[in-house]
């Protein structure tokens, strides 16, 4: 900061030293993001051609892709693939679906709408381990929670939700923490919405699903977009709902990628392994991240 | 005719508004109302609605040492991450918006891009980082983490709310001879209050929510309340009162900062891309 601080020449005197300010206030954040962006990078690739196991000396030395052909070929990581690629598609369909219904509805004037519209966005601010916990328990719980007590009441067998449907329920968790940001993103673009041409297609006699369909669709076009991506890249990394809740069982029936990487680093040791899995990882989330630096660059221009 | 269909559409409206909002919204009651329960009403069924409200389970969660320490740690890594990112992030936020060169959109994007990184395919040589640097299981470990992984979204939020300060404003600061440095305290920095202040509160709500690397970098010198939350899923979360106590004072703060920065989070979490 200190840099700065030396009188520099009035404004337009030197452009030269304007760029050169510039550069220097600029390079502290760009330094550390390189660093940050890079070394994790490189080492995740190097270990993941290495043999080496924080349990196991005897293990190492240069693994070529074995990592990487042990993995592919382990039934647990493509079940742990299928379940993640299950879990972010159902809660994107949950949450965006629901989430461009609730943003026209609560877009409508009705009473308390503002109270209303609080409540909906509140789960997206409660910690995971807190929502996780609150649904396994409270709601869930096959004897105490709210939800079997509202089953016995209708004189329906209360279901162990984890046990028998641990994907699903996990989803269904997640999708309650993410319906509410995609609400809250939507909703802002409708609102965004030209009202006269709300009203001119109403004279012009459109129906409310009309309107919905020609109107409000390509009107939220982008800002749908940017939900369906900014989720995936957390989506894809969901951990701690499964870690409290099933702990990725039983068996590997709720294990997602997230969570293999982490159980074969840090409870199996596998540096290796687990470090091809990070490369995998990464490599989806580059092909979710391409299309959103893309989005978000048009929108720079606008 | 008009009239009357337009009245029972309202009342729909207001009936499907309320209904899917207290639907969405009850867990988050239900653990309030639950936190003022005794353990065997807790667990009472049918579960009661109505009952003698008492404060033991909170009496019980803060007569346990742990919690305040639980509390302290996230306080001073969100605190520390924010201060720190936003420390970095406003000089560089000020180059771009006010000194923008030909490299300026270039370097947004490419900040944009590291934010898109998965967590868990860094997993292994953070971890192992941290413990070779002696960083794991501290709060100033956590919190440079934090701090990283919040870095580009802070400089976005600050760069969208600096570009709509009016750039004369600034000029005429500097043609009355103040230096870069006074145009940005004294000059900028007031103007952009609120938007400082908003971009501090959702970096504040991310950290304080962060569980992937509180879980996997901490375990019980520097662990924050989401750990310790997390524990309750052994056995000990049956104690639905105590889980439900110490929940609702985990998640209350951040509620009301969510509740009160609604509008500005959307800019923030969408990198302004929806505004």
Known sequence: MQVVLDHSPPAGANVRSGKRTGFLLLSPSVLILLVWSIVPLVMTLWYSVQNYNLVDPTLHGFAGIDNYWYLLTDPDFLHSLLNTLVLVAGVLIISVGGGTLLAVLYDQEFFGRGIARILVISPFFIMPTVSALLWKNLMLHPIYGVYSAMMRAVGLTPIDWLARFPLLTVMMIVAWEWLPFAVLILLTAVQSLDGEQHEAARMDGAGPVARFRYIILPHLGRAISVVVMIETIYLLTIFAEISVTTAGGPGVASTNLAYLIYSRALLQFDVGGASAGGVIAIIIANIVAIFLVRAVARNLEA | ?275
């Not at chain 2, 579960?47 to 040492?65: G, N």
Request: net charge positive; aromatic share 12%.
């Open chain 2, 1 to 275: 005719m008009a009239l009357k269909t337009k009245n029972s559409t309202r009342i729909g409206v207001t009936i499907l508004g309320w209904g899917i909002a207290l639907w969405l919204f009850f867990p988050i009651f239900w653990m309030f109302l639950t936190s003022f329960k005794s353990e065997v009403q807790a667990i009472s069924t049918p579960p009661k609605l109505f009952f003698m409200p008492t404060l033991s389970s909170y009496a019980e969660v803060f007569e346990r040492a742990s919690y305040w320490h639980f509390t302290f740690n996230t306080v001073i890594v969100s605190v520390g991450a924010t201060a720190s990112a936003i420390a970095l992030a406003v000089p560089a936020a000020y180059s771009m918006a006010f000194m923008p060169s030909k490299r300026t959109r270039g370097t947004l994007l490419w900040m944009l891009s590291t934010r898109m990184l998965p967590p868990v395919g860094v997993l292994v040589p953070i971890y192992l980082l941290a413990r070779n640097t002696h960083l794991l299981d501290t709060c100033t470990g956590l919190a440079i983490v934090d701090m990283l992984t919040n870095l580009p979204i802070i400089v976005w939020m600050l760069y969208t709310f600096f570009r709509e300060v009016p750039a004369p404003i600034l000029e005429a600061g500097r043609m009355d001879g103040a230096t870069r440095w006074q145009e940005m305290t004294m000059v900028l920095l007031p103007l952009a209050l609120p938007g400082i202040a908003s971009t501090a509160l959702l970096s504040l709500i991310l950290c304080w929510n962060e569980a992937f690397w509180s879980l996997n970098l901490t375990s019980s010198h520097a662990a924050p309340l989401t750990a310790f939350i997390a524990s309750f899923s052994s056995p000990e979360g049956l104690f639905f009162g105590k889980l439900s106590a110490a929940s609702t004072l985990a998640v209350a703060p951040i509620l009301v900062f969510g509740w009160i920065s609604q509008k500005q989070l959307v800019r923030g979490l969408t990198f302004g891309a929806v505004k």
